[in-house]
Protein backbone atom coordinates (compact mmCIF):
# COMPACT_ATOMS: atom_id res chain seq x y z
CA UNK A 1 0.00 0.00 0.00
CA UNK A 2 1.43 3.71 -0.72
CA UNK A 3 3.24 5.07 2.34
CA UNK A 4 1.21 8.13 2.13
CA UNK A 5 -2.34 5.87 2.53
CA UNK A 6 -1.41 5.47 6.04
CA UNK A 7 -2.26 8.64 7.43
CA UNK A 8 -5.99 8.88 7.77
CA UNK A 9 -6.54 12.43 6.41
CA UNK A 10 -9.41 13.16 8.88
CA UNK A 11 -9.64 17.35 9.04
CA UNK A 12 -12.01 18.30 12.17
CA UNK A 13 -12.38 21.88 13.53
CA UNK A 14 -12.79 20.72 17.25
CA UNK A 15 -15.91 22.67 18.69
CA UNK A 16 -16.92 22.04 22.37
CA UNK A 17 -19.89 20.49 21.74
CA UNK A 18 -18.08 17.54 19.47
CA UNK A 19 -17.18 14.32 20.90
CA UNK A 20 -14.55 12.30 19.62
CA UNK A 21 -12.64 9.34 21.16
CA UNK A 22 -9.83 10.36 22.17
CA UNK A 23 -10.07 12.44 25.34
CA UNK A 24 -9.94 16.67 25.08
CA UNK A 25 -7.44 17.92 27.36
CA UNK A 26 -7.90 21.32 27.41
CA UNK A 27 -10.98 22.90 27.81
CA UNK A 28 -12.38 26.06 25.60
CA UNK A 29 -10.02 25.99 23.15
CA UNK A 30 -10.62 24.47 19.37
CA UNK A 31 -7.95 22.50 17.31
CA UNK A 32 -7.91 20.93 13.98
CA UNK A 33 -7.69 17.17 14.25
CA UNK A 34 -5.84 15.10 11.84
CA UNK A 35 -5.66 11.28 12.75
CA UNK A 36 -2.83 8.82 11.56
CA UNK A 37 -2.92 5.42 12.61
CA UNK A 38 -1.51 5.81 16.14
CA UNK A 39 -1.85 9.36 16.46
CA UNK A 40 -4.35 12.24 17.15
CA UNK A 41 -3.02 15.44 15.45
CA UNK A 42 -4.53 19.03 16.92
CA UNK A 43 -3.12 22.12 16.28
CA UNK A 44 -4.03 25.81 16.44
CA UNK A 45 -3.05 28.26 14.73
CA UNK A 46 -0.40 26.16 12.93
CA UNK A 47 -0.06 23.19 10.78
CA UNK A 48 0.38 20.05 12.12
CA UNK A 49 3.85 19.68 11.27
CA UNK A 50 6.18 18.40 12.20
CA UNK A 51 3.77 15.17 13.54
CA UNK A 52 2.32 14.97 10.02
CA UNK A 53 5.57 13.80 8.80
CA UNK A 54 7.51 11.87 11.65
CA UNK A 55 4.71 10.43 14.13
CA UNK A 56 4.36 7.35 12.64
CA UNK A 57 8.48 6.84 12.27
CA UNK A 58 8.50 7.41 16.04
CA UNK A 59 5.86 4.91 16.61
CA UNK A 60 7.75 1.58 14.19
CA UNK A 61 10.82 2.22 16.18
CA UNK A 62 9.05 2.36 19.44
CA UNK A 63 6.78 -0.75 18.87
CA UNK A 64 10.23 -2.48 17.20
CA UNK A 65 11.24 -2.50 20.69
CA UNK A 66 8.09 -2.85 23.05
CA UNK A 67 5.53 -4.87 20.94
CA UNK A 68 3.02 -4.37 24.09
CA UNK A 69 2.77 -0.78 22.47
CA UNK A 70 0.23 -2.83 19.86
CA UNK A 71 -2.18 -3.94 22.46
CA UNK A 72 -1.96 -0.57 24.31
CA UNK A 73 -3.06 1.56 21.19
CA UNK A 74 -5.30 -1.62 19.28
CA UNK A 75 -7.24 -2.65 21.80
CA UNK A 76 -7.07 0.48 23.93
CA UNK A 77 -5.41 -1.16 27.25
CA UNK A 78 -3.22 1.86 27.51
CA UNK A 79 -3.28 3.39 31.24
CA UNK A 80 -2.03 6.03 32.86
CA UNK A 81 0.04 5.50 36.22
CA UNK A 82 -3.31 5.79 38.25
CA UNK A 83 -5.22 3.59 36.18
CA UNK A 84 -7.34 5.72 33.69
CA UNK A 85 -7.83 4.78 29.88
CA UNK A 86 -6.73 7.46 27.26
CA UNK A 87 -9.80 6.75 25.33
CA UNK A 88 -13.22 6.59 25.09
CA UNK A 89 -13.31 3.25 22.23
CA UNK A 90 -10.45 1.41 20.81
CA UNK A 91 -8.26 2.23 19.29
CA UNK A 92 -6.49 4.41 21.55
CA UNK A 93 -4.28 7.52 19.67
CA UNK A 94 -1.46 9.09 21.27
CA UNK A 95 -2.61 12.87 21.22
CA UNK A 96 0.15 15.60 19.84
CA UNK A 97 -1.21 19.31 20.33
CA UNK A 98 0.58 21.77 18.21
CA UNK A 99 0.28 25.48 19.41
CA UNK A 100 1.05 28.43 17.02
CA UNK A 101 0.71 31.40 19.21
CA UNK A 102 2.10 31.89 22.48
CA UNK A 103 -1.33 33.30 24.26
CA UNK A 104 -2.77 29.92 22.86
CA UNK A 105 0.44 27.81 24.77
CA UNK A 106 -0.26 30.21 27.64
CA UNK A 107 -3.71 28.95 27.85
CA UNK A 108 -2.78 25.41 28.06
CA UNK A 109 0.13 25.76 30.68
CA UNK A 110 -2.25 27.31 33.04
CA UNK A 111 -4.50 24.64 32.83
CA UNK A 112 -1.87 22.18 32.85
CA UNK A 113 -0.66 23.98 36.15
CA UNK A 114 -4.13 23.88 37.97
CA UNK A 115 -4.22 20.06 36.62
CA UNK A 116 -1.03 18.75 37.62
CA UNK A 117 -0.13 20.85 40.93
CA UNK A 118 2.95 22.62 38.85
CA UNK A 119 4.54 25.20 40.44
CA UNK A 120 6.49 28.77 39.21
CA UNK A 121 9.64 26.64 38.39
CA UNK A 122 7.54 23.87 36.46
CA UNK A 123 5.79 26.70 34.39
CA UNK A 124 8.52 28.29 33.79
CA UNK A 125 10.98 25.63 32.27
CA UNK A 126 7.89 24.67 29.90
CA UNK A 127 7.84 28.51 28.35
CA UNK A 128 11.39 28.50 28.01
CA UNK A 129 11.84 24.56 25.82
CA UNK A 130 8.41 25.09 24.45
CA UNK A 131 6.88 22.00 25.18
CA UNK A 132 6.11 19.50 27.47
CA UNK A 133 4.96 15.50 27.90
CA UNK A 134 1.63 15.21 29.96
CA UNK A 135 2.47 13.66 33.79
CA UNK A 136 -0.50 11.04 32.51
CA UNK A 137 1.71 10.03 29.33
CA UNK A 138 -1.03 10.31 27.17
CA UNK A 139 -0.44 13.55 24.81
CA UNK A 140 2.61 16.12 24.41
CA UNK A 141 2.95 19.76 23.68
CA UNK A 142 4.78 21.53 21.64
CA UNK A 143 4.68 25.56 20.74
CA UNK A 144 6.10 26.49 17.23
CA UNK A 145 5.68 30.42 18.30
CA UNK A 146 7.57 32.29 20.52
CA UNK A 147 5.91 31.68 24.35
CA UNK A 148 6.05 35.22 24.77
CA UNK A 149 4.80 36.70 21.81
CA UNK A 150 0.67 36.26 20.78
CA UNK A 151 1.75 35.05 17.25
CA UNK A 152 4.89 34.29 14.47
CA UNK A 153 8.64 33.51 15.60
CA UNK A 154 7.75 29.77 14.80
CA UNK A 155 10.68 27.20 15.54
CA UNK A 156 11.44 23.97 14.08
CA UNK A 157 10.93 21.82 16.85
CA UNK A 158 10.89 18.47 14.78
CA UNK A 159 13.84 16.85 17.24
CA UNK A 160 11.91 18.19 20.34
CA UNK A 161 9.47 16.28 18.68
CA UNK A 162 11.16 13.03 18.03
CA UNK A 163 12.86 12.91 21.25
CA UNK A 164 10.23 13.63 23.18
CA UNK A 165 7.32 12.17 21.92
CA UNK A 166 9.68 8.62 21.92
CA UNK A 167 10.26 9.68 25.46
CA UNK A 168 6.61 9.66 26.79
CA UNK A 169 5.48 6.85 24.80
CA UNK A 170 8.22 4.83 26.75
CA UNK A 171 7.03 6.10 30.28
CA UNK A 172 2.96 5.32 29.01
CA UNK A 173 4.30 1.59 28.14
CA UNK A 174 6.34 1.35 31.38
CA UNK A 175 2.45 2.75 33.47
CA UNK A 176 5.28 5.14 34.66
CA UNK A 177 5.30 8.72 36.06
CA UNK A 178 8.47 9.13 37.08
CA UNK A 179 10.96 6.84 34.73
CA UNK A 180 14.72 7.63 35.80
CA UNK A 181 16.20 10.31 33.57
CA UNK A 182 18.68 8.12 31.98
CA UNK A 183 16.21 5.93 30.51
CA UNK A 184 13.66 8.44 29.19
CA UNK A 185 16.25 11.03 27.77
CA UNK A 186 18.44 7.77 26.43
CA UNK A 187 15.30 6.40 24.89
CA UNK A 188 14.44 9.55 22.84
CA UNK A 189 18.17 10.15 21.67
CA UNK A 190 18.12 6.51 20.63
CA UNK A 191 15.09 7.53 18.36
CA UNK A 192 16.46 10.29 16.99
CA UNK A 193 19.67 8.67 15.93
CA UNK A 194 17.15 5.92 14.31
CA UNK A 195 15.47 8.35 12.84
CA UNK A 196 18.04 11.05 11.94
CA UNK A 197 21.25 9.90 12.44
CA UNK A 198 21.70 12.65 15.04
CA UNK A 199 20.84 13.79 18.43
CA UNK A 200 19.96 17.38 18.77
CA UNK A 201 17.74 17.48 21.74
CA UNK A 202 20.50 18.42 24.44
CA UNK A 203 19.33 19.08 28.17
CA UNK A 204 22.38 21.53 28.37
CA UNK A 205 24.05 23.96 25.72
CA UNK A 206 26.97 22.09 25.05
CA UNK A 207 28.76 24.90 22.95
CA UNK A 208 28.11 27.33 26.40
CA UNK A 209 30.03 23.94 28.39
CA UNK A 210 32.84 23.24 26.52
CA UNK A 211 33.66 27.24 26.42
CA UNK A 212 33.26 27.50 29.98
CA UNK A 213 35.45 24.47 30.83
CA UNK A 214 39.30 25.44 31.59
CA UNK A 215 40.57 21.59 30.34
CA UNK A 216 41.54 21.09 26.90
CA UNK A 217 39.00 18.86 24.73
CA UNK A 218 40.91 16.47 22.55
CA UNK A 219 40.03 16.62 19.22
CA UNK A 220 36.91 14.15 18.45
CA UNK A 221 35.97 14.02 22.17
CA UNK A 222 33.27 16.25 22.04
CA UNK A 223 29.68 16.04 21.15
CA UNK A 224 27.53 18.52 19.04
CA UNK A 225 24.25 18.70 16.88
CA UNK A 226 25.31 18.30 13.66
CA UNK A 227 27.56 15.21 13.77
CA UNK A 228 26.34 11.74 14.73
CA UNK A 229 27.26 10.02 18.05
CA UNK A 230 28.53 6.97 18.02
CA UNK A 231 31.88 8.02 16.32
CA UNK A 232 33.00 10.64 18.54
CA UNK A 233 31.71 8.28 21.38
CA UNK A 234 33.90 5.60 19.75
CA UNK A 235 36.93 7.72 19.82
CA UNK A 236 36.14 8.87 23.65
CA UNK A 237 35.41 5.24 24.67
CA UNK A 238 39.00 4.16 23.31
CA UNK A 239 40.98 7.18 24.75
CA UNK A 240 39.34 6.15 27.94
CA UNK A 241 37.59 9.13 28.26
CA UNK A 242 34.43 7.12 29.88
CA UNK A 243 31.37 7.49 32.14
CA UNK A 244 30.55 4.52 34.42
CA UNK A 245 27.27 3.44 34.98
CA UNK A 246 26.79 4.77 38.46
CA UNK A 247 27.35 8.06 37.12
CA UNK A 248 24.96 7.55 33.79
CA UNK A 249 22.62 6.59 36.08
CA UNK A 250 22.61 9.00 38.57
CA UNK A 251 23.09 11.93 35.77
CA UNK A 252 20.56 14.45 36.67
CA UNK A 253 19.33 17.90 33.94
CA UNK A 254 20.92 20.14 36.51
CA UNK A 255 24.36 18.62 36.89
CA UNK A 256 24.35 17.26 33.43
CA UNK A 257 27.61 17.09 31.36
CA UNK A 258 27.63 16.62 27.52
CA UNK A 259 29.62 12.96 27.81
CA UNK A 260 27.18 12.52 30.28
CA UNK A 261 24.50 12.82 27.39
CA UNK A 262 26.60 10.93 25.05
CA UNK A 263 26.73 7.79 27.63
CA UNK A 264 23.09 7.68 28.14
CA UNK A 265 22.65 7.55 24.92
CA UNK A 266 25.25 4.82 24.43
CA UNK A 267 23.85 2.73 27.23
CA UNK A 268 20.50 2.72 25.37
CA UNK A 269 21.62 1.82 22.15
CA UNK A 270 23.67 -1.19 23.86
CA UNK A 271 20.59 -2.19 26.46
CA UNK A 272 18.53 -2.83 22.79
CA UNK A 273 21.88 -3.52 20.02
CA UNK A 274 20.65 -7.69 20.03
CA UNK A 275 17.31 -9.32 19.73
CA UNK A 276 18.78 -10.70 23.44
CA UNK A 277 18.91 -7.43 24.63
CA UNK A 278 15.69 -6.23 23.03
CA UNK A 279 13.77 -9.00 25.08
CA UNK A 280 15.58 -8.07 28.31
CA UNK A 281 14.90 -4.31 27.77
CA UNK A 282 11.24 -5.28 27.52
CA UNK A 283 11.70 -7.37 30.95
CA UNK A 284 13.25 -4.20 32.75
CA UNK A 285 10.32 -1.92 31.18
CA UNK A 286 7.66 -4.81 32.55
CA UNK A 287 9.54 -4.62 35.59
CA UNK A 288 8.49 -0.48 35.70
CA UNK A 289 4.79 -1.72 34.88
CA UNK A 290 4.44 -3.51 37.89
CA UNK A 291 4.94 -0.75 39.57
CA UNK A 292 9.17 -0.72 40.39
CA UNK A 293 11.25 1.43 40.53
CA UNK A 294 13.67 1.03 37.57
CA UNK A 295 17.50 1.07 39.62
CA UNK A 296 20.80 0.45 38.45
CA UNK A 297 20.45 -2.64 40.93
CA UNK A 298 17.49 -4.00 38.97
CA UNK A 299 19.03 -3.03 35.58
CA UNK A 300 21.68 -5.24 36.69
CA UNK A 301 19.89 -8.10 37.55
CA UNK A 302 17.15 -7.99 34.93
CA UNK A 303 20.67 -8.27 32.20
CA UNK A 304 22.78 -10.99 34.03
CA UNK A 305 25.35 -9.11 35.62
CA UNK A 306 26.94 -9.23 38.63
CA UNK A 307 28.37 -6.01 39.30
CA UNK A 308 28.77 -2.53 37.37
CA UNK A 309 32.38 -3.32 36.01
CA UNK A 310 31.21 -6.46 34.40
CA UNK A 311 28.34 -4.63 32.49
CA UNK A 312 30.57 -1.96 31.60
CA UNK A 313 32.85 -4.37 29.94
CA UNK A 314 30.43 -5.40 27.64
CA UNK A 315 28.84 -2.12 27.29
CA UNK A 316 33.05 0.11 26.20
CA UNK A 317 33.32 -3.53 24.35
CA UNK A 318 30.02 -2.46 22.32
CA UNK A 319 30.82 1.39 21.86
CA UNK A 320 34.44 0.67 20.11
CA UNK A 321 32.41 -2.32 18.12
CA UNK A 322 31.62 -1.79 14.23
CA UNK A 323 27.79 -2.26 15.80
CA UNK A 324 27.66 1.05 17.27
CA UNK A 325 27.36 3.22 14.49
Known amino acids: MIKGLRLLIVFAVMAASTVFAQHQHFKNLEWRERLTDHFALRAKGTNHDPAR ?42 TVYLVGSGHDYTTVLEQEQQRSGWDANQLQSCRITRNYGDPQNRYRVLCKADPERSAGGET ?51 KTYYANEKADFKRGATLGADESWPSPLKKMCRKE ?66 DDAALEKDWYEFMESREFR
Open 156 to 206: DLTPVFVHGTAATILKGRGLSGSMPFWMTAGWGYYVEHRIFRLCRVHYIDF
Open 241 to 306: IRETLDSVCKAEILSLTPNQSGYIFALTYFLVSTDENIKKYQKLVERSRQGEKITKSILLEVYGYE
Open 53 to 94: RYAEKVWDECVRVLPGLEEDFGQNKFRTPGGASGSETAPYRF
